[in-house]
């Protein structure tokens, strides 16, 4: 493996390669944090045929995402199963614990197509014998339906992608204010596009499989320090406001309900208690072969997302 050195992540103005005609891999979660950077890095290398399954085209369009893209929904084992036809290899992404049957229908749909290898995005909690809210029950349940699945696999457990700043734009533009729960607590936040880097190699090469990695950032920041970065960068005077456990708990229950709501809170408790602030201490960095990506690098490449 190269020694980690100081080589930039690729960046995502990148042009694609031209199509080729190798193996097929097709991507989950195409739209999300990290599923945009494995669509866009397999399209780069123009060694497979990258193939996004999203629900929602006119966002996969507006990322300049790598077609081509089958439109559904995880509840649609057909539809999934022609998208996984012919496929070697998948990269499976769920998002809603109240949906476990999510993560089964992906990998019966590419036992039943032929897929050969499955790589699936997790979570670092689902270590944390603390964590036993719905959050971390579910990914547990999920990487065990993935392990049971009877196809070669590898599990990516992340923790909190640095894009979850993103929540912080549309209050940073208008206000110059971060507002936050739990603004001491420090979590080792990691650049997608690492992930995705990691993605994409545990996606083609072989040596991942049967792999569980458990992908940290290289620095821990709390929230109050990552608006310090943002300030930095975007050079103009930013604001920290903390919000109450209530606060928090309104606004999540209003956009995912109150079991996720609650699930959240538990979450950020503890972290509140250092669970999150584990720094990468070589994993990312061998993996990747160079030195992983930092919050002041990321917000560097996002600046027009903030202003
Ligand atoms: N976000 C975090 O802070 C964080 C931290 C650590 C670990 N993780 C783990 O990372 C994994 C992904 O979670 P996330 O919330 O961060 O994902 P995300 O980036 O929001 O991506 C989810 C992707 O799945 C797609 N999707 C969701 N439900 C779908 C459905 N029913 N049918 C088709 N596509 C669907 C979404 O499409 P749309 O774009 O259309 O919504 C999106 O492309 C989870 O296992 C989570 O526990 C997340």
Request: charged share 25%; aromatic share 4%.
């Amino acid at each position: 493996m190269t020694a980690p050195g100081t080589q930039a992540a690729y960046r995502t103005d990148d042009p694609p390669a031209a199509p080729a005609s190798g193996p097929k891999i097709v991507v989950t979660g195409a739209t999300g944090a990290v599923g945009r950077h494995v669509a866009r890095l397999l399209a780069q290398r123009g060694t497979e045929r990258p193939g996004l399954f999203v629900r929602d085209p006119d966002k996969a369009a507006a990322l300049g995402l790598p077609g081509p893209a089958v439109r559904g929904d995880y509840a649609d084992r057909e539809l999934l199963r022609r998208a996984l036809d012919g496929a070697d290899a998948v990269f499976v992404v769920t998002a809603n614990p109240l949906r476990p049957e999510d993560d089964e229908n992906i990998l019966a749909a590419a036992r039943a197509a032929g897929v050969r290898h499955a790589v699936k995005l997790s979570w670092c909690g689902v270590a944390d014998p603390g964590a036993d809210d719905l959050v971390a029950r579910w990914n547990r349940r999920s990487e065990e339906v993935l392990r049971d699945s009877g196809l070669s696999w590898t599990v990516l457990r992340i923790r909190t992608p640095m894009s979850n700043a993103l929540a912080w734009a549309p209050s940073i533009r208008e206000r110059g204010v971060v507002r936050a729960l739990g603004g001491a607590s420090r979590t080792a936040c990691v650049d997608p596009r690492d992930v995705a880097a990691v993605a994409v190699a545990a996606l083609t090469e072989p040596r991942h499989a049967g792999r569980t990695y458990a992908l940290a950032g290289p620095e821990a920041l709390s929230p109050r320090e990552q608006t310090a970065v943002l300030a930095e960068v975007l050079g103009r005077r930013l604001e920290f406001e903390e919000i109450t456990e209530e606060e928090a708990r309104a606004g999540w229950s209003r956009r995912y309900g109150e079991r996720i709501a609650e699930a959240l809170v538990a979450g950020a408790r503890r972290r509140a208690g250092g669970a999150a602030a584990a720094r990468d201490e070589g994993t990312l960095a061998e993996l990747l072969g160079r030195r992983p990506g930092t919050f002041t690098e990321w917000t560097t490449d996002h600046v027009g997302e903030f202003s």
